[in-house]
């Protein structure tokens, strides 16, 4: 059986009290007092600056290598409307990385936040809260992934939403062109539908000239259509000359466990599915991986498995099999990845409760791997 994701659209638009848009490193300097506090030092922070285009993102394989393990964040909170309401708060990015996470991916839904054509200018309020995320990422000590992630609207309706996906990365990119390496862009969150392969690859190419402008040195993440599956690496066709890229695909099979009770996948997965570990569990994996190993050899790029989890429906004792099954094929073949998600569902961590779900977050994390604050 094949599944489809098929996404409800989430309400996220709003504005925050205006802020003049300003270039990343010149926000930093326009800081106030209490956001200051929060950085381990602003000098710091200048002399990655200062360094940035010396150093930056020469290999990607090793940029790689430092994006470790990561989790999703920030897609579905209230903050994009409201800062003030953000259910992510300041204190949980110290949080994540003294948890054991290497990297934040953070999904970005602009396209709310932008006015009209022919310049689609980003609002004040959504680049504060950008910039805020980034600062604060930084300061704590974790990469972080600006996703781009209207993967719903420009599946739907690919053409009519080109000028617009393109207009994001023409205005991101030279913002963020001073910004440490730690910085990475990732064109488009599971391309699918109307964005076809064929599509994909001439947008993709497209989004990276324009970045390129302005990031001549930065890594930029970019995964194949059909929702950055690993059976449509095939058709992913990425500009050769340029070795600064990481391959992503995500991962959430099968289906009728990760997805059981999800609304979104259609059919609706049966609610009650396990998974026991088997052999043949096990070897699916390992067949699904292999598949990705072999891509990313002939290719010579490095893999990034951006998301994967099993959904809060499922129980827990499969889910922590099956979470930590994933983890460790994906580092064993040295992929970094980042799990699906902080926060809202398959989540990692309880805001309610103020703690970590431990099982989940052992199943990532493995004790005795967490870092030393
Ligand atoms: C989507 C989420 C979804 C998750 C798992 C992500 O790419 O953005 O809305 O919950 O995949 O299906």
Redesign the pocket.
């Given at each position: 059986m094949s599944w489809e994701?098929c996404?409800p659209s989430r309400n996220l638009s709003g504005n925050l009290s205006a802020m003049k848009s300003t270039p990343f490193d010149s926000f930093l300097r326009s800081l106030n007092p209490i956001w200051l506090s929060t950085f381990i030092g602003c000098a710091v922070i200048s002399t990655c600056f200062g360094q940035a285009t010396a150093t930056a993102g020469k290999d990607a394989f090793a940029r790689n290598q430092s994006l470790g393990r990561g989790v999703n964040v920030l897609?579905?909170d209230p903050i994009w409307d409201a800062f003030a309401q953000g259910r992510f708060k300041q204190r949980y990015f110290k949080m994540i990385h003294d948890g054991g996470f290497d990297t934040l991916r953070v999904?970005l839904y602009p396209f709310r936040h932008m006015g009209a054509g022919p310049d689609f200018a980003l609002s004040n309020s959504w680049w504060q809260t950008t910039d805020w995320i980034v600062t604060n990422a930084l300061a704590a000590k974790l990469n972080v992934i600006l996703d781009f992630?209207e993967?719903e609207i420009t599946g739907k309706d690919a053409a009519s939403n080109k000028a617009k996906f393109l207009a994001f990365w023409r205005q991101v990119a030279p913002h963020f062109k001073n910004a440490p390496d730690q910085v990475l862009f990732e064109i488009l969150?599971?391309p699918n539908g109307q964005m076809t392969p064929e599509l994909w690859n001439q947008c993709l190419a497209e989004a990276l000239g324009i970045i390129r402008e302005s990031n001549p040195t930065r890594t930029v993440i970019i995964g194949p259509a059909f929702?950055n599956s690993i059976d449509h690496l095939a058709e992913l066709k990425l500009p050769e000359q340029d070795r600064n890229l990481i391959v992503t695909v995500?991962y959430?099979k099968p289906m009728e466990f990760t997805?059981q009770g999800?609304s979104?996948?259609h059919p609706v997965p049966k609610l009650g599915a396990v998974w026991l570990g088997t052999p043949a569990e096990q070897a699916a994996i390992a067949a699904d991986f292999n598949k990705a190993r072999d891509w990313a050899k002939q290719h010579d790029r490095p893999i990034f498995l951006g998301?994967f989890?099993a959904?809060d429906k499922g129980e827990m004792p499969s889910r922590v099999r099956w979470t930590e099954a994933v983890a460790r094929a994906a580092e064993k073949d040295g992929w970094s990845w980042a799990y699906?998600?902080f926060d809202s569902?398959?989540i990692v961590y309880d805001i309610a409760k103020e703690q970590w779900v431990e099982p989940i977050h052992h199943a990532l994390i493995p004790p005795g791997g967490a870092k030393t604050p």
């Amino acid at each position: 059986m094949s599944w489809e994701k098929c996404w409800p659209s989430r309400n996220l638009s709003g504005n925050l009290s205006a802020m003049k848009s300003t270039p990343f490193d010149s926000f930093l300097r326009s800081l106030n007092p209490i956001w200051l506090s929060t950085f381990i030092g602003c000098a710091v922070i200048s002399t990655c600056f200062g360094q940035a285009t010396a150093t930056a993102g020469k290999d990607a394989f090793a940029r790689n290598q430092s994006l470790g393990r990561g989790v999703n964040v920030l897609g579905y909170d209230p903050i994009w409307d409201a800062f003030a309401q953000g259910r992510f708060k300041q204190r949980y990015f110290k949080m994540i990385h003294d948890g054991g996470f290497d990297t934040l991916r953070v999904n970005l839904y602009p396209f709310r936040h932008m006015g009209a054509g022919p310049d689609f200018a980003l609002s004040n309020s959504w680049w504060q809260t950008t910039d805020w995320i980034v600062t604060n990422a930084l300061a704590a000590k974790l990469n972080v992934i600006l996703d781009f992630h209207e993967y719903e609207i420009t599946g739907k309706d690919a053409a009519s939403n080109k000028a617009k996906f393109l207009a994001f990365w023409r205005q991101v990119a030279p913002h963020f062109k001073n910004a440490p390496d730690q910085v990475l862009f990732e064109i488009l969150n599971e391309p699918n539908g109307q964005m076809t392969p064929e599509l994909w690859n001439q947008c993709l190419a497209e989004a990276l000239g324009i970045i390129r402008e302005s990031n001549p040195t930065r890594t930029v993440i970019i995964g194949p259509a059909f929702w950055n599956s690993i059976d449509h690496l095939a058709e992913l066709k990425l500009p050769e000359q340029d070795r600064n890229l990481i391959v992503t695909v995500h991962y959430y099979k099968p289906m009728e466990f990760t997805h059981q009770g999800a609304s979104w996948a259609h059919p609706v997965p049966k609610l009650g599915a396990v998974w026991l570990g088997t052999p043949a569990e096990q070897a699916a994996i390992a067949a699904d991986f292999n598949k990705a190993r072999d891509w990313a050899k002939q290719h010579d790029r490095p893999i990034f498995l951006g998301e994967f989890g099993a959904y809060d429906k499922g129980e827990m004792p499969s889910r922590v099999r099956w979470t930590e099954a994933v983890a460790r094929a994906a580092e064993k073949d040295g992929w970094s990845w980042a799990y699906w998600q902080f926060d809202s569902d398959f989540i990692v961590y309880d805001i309610a409760k103020e703690q970590w779900v431990e099982p989940i977050h052992h199943a990532l994390i493995p004790p005795g791997g967490a870092k030393t604050p």
